[in-house]
């Protein structure tokens, strides 16, 4: 059997393979987001511009060549949700930056990630579905977790972290439950395009705060934010468009999970964050509770994004 036989064989037995890479690496890069953010230098808006306006441009440029803008006509309503969706997805962004000083990026990386269950939340007040006694349970495991890592974590300064960066984290994830639940209602939207237009939006709404929050003046600062909003962002934006809907919704919810333990394994060796036991074992809470309702529905979701970006993912 000939190299090339051999290769379309093990792809027929294994197509997953390249999609399980694919996602694999989008949320590995996610979890390198926080040290781009810090090393910087910036402030969190100023961050969040150039993320938006990098890989904006670089998604537009993506979805021009691909042709998919000829024939796109948006509803005005499908519009009107694509724009509130981006102002909370770069509203979380900025939350999620800031968080990190005031915290450590680990400890908001993992506080963040209570917004699956916060989504959950939104779908049985706005949609009327209904809430098991099992998710309030995990729901009061996670909120315990993170109550827990506000008084037992250490920020990487080795001081005691501070409550602002836990709130700013809970809102991230509050803001970016938001603009998940819109993106369900825009399922039938390439989420290519999608993203490009939130993060036009995203651009054109933070650039006033350049006023008071300007770019790096030097050239390390700005290579950061170059980076950011081109492997962290567009890279990354097309790995995970490229790799999601072709994977079954258990695989896509347990691989996730990269993004918060490479998160906290770039804290520990590049920010020399020191991990109390207390501290770990609220991670695990949220990080178990979050995943508990992932894999009870894993049966009946669509397996599509629902939002661009575990980039803040």
């Known amino acids: 059997m000939s190299g090339a036989a051999a290769t379309n064989l093990g792809r027929m037995k294994n197509p997953e393979s390249r999609p399980v890479l694919q996602w694999s690496a989008a949320m590995a890069l996610s979890g390198t987001i926080g040290a781009v953010v810090l090393e910087s230098g910036a402030a969190a808006p100023a961050v969040a511009f150039a993320r938006c306006l ?26 009107l949700l694509a724009v509130a969706g981006g102002l909370l997805l770069v509203g979380n962004w900025v939350l999620l930056f800031a968080s990190y000083s005031l915290s450590s990026i680990g400890v908001s990386t993992v506080v963040y990630h209570t917004q699956p269950l916060i ?14 006694r099992s998710h309030l349970l995990r729901a009061g495991v996670a909120f315990a977790g993170v109550v827990v890592i506000s008084l037992s974590a250490q ?9 602002a960066g836990i709130a700013l984290a809970l809102g991230a994830a509050l803001l970016y439950a938001g603009a998940s639940f819109i993106a369900k ?15 036009t939006v995203g651009a054109i709404v933070l650039a006033p705060a350049l006023i008071f929050t300007p770019l790096p003046s030097s050239a390390p600062g700005l290579l950061w934010l170059l980076l ?10 097309v790995l995970m468009y490229a790799s999601i809907g072709k994977l079954p919704t258990t695989t896509v919810a347990l691989l996730s999970y990269l993004y918060p333990v490479v998160a906290v394994v770039v ?3 590049a920010f020399g964050h020191r991990l109390t036991w207390p501290e770990g074992l609220g991670m695990l809470a949220v990080l178990a509770a979050a995943l508990a309702p992932q894999r009870a529905k894993a049966d009946t979701r669509d397996a599509r994004p629902e939002i661009p970006s575990r980039a803040s993912r």
Request: glycine letters at 12%.
């Open 54 to 79: 990098v890989g904006g441009v670089l998604l537009v440029g993506w979805s021009l060549a691909r042709g998919w803008f000829r024939d796109w006509r948006p509803a005005r309503r499908d519009l």
């Open 185 to 199: 209602q825009l399922k039938h939207i390439r989420p290519h395009l999608l993203a490009a237009v939130q993060l």
């Open 119 to 132: 989504l959950v939340g939104m779908a049985a007040m706005f949609l009327g579905e209904k809430v098991g």
């Open 267 to 269: 804290d520990i060796l």
């Open 228 to 237: 950011l909003g081109t492997v962290h962002t567009a890279v990354m934006y």
């Open 155 to 163: 920020g990487d300064d080795g001081q005691p972290v501070r409550f």
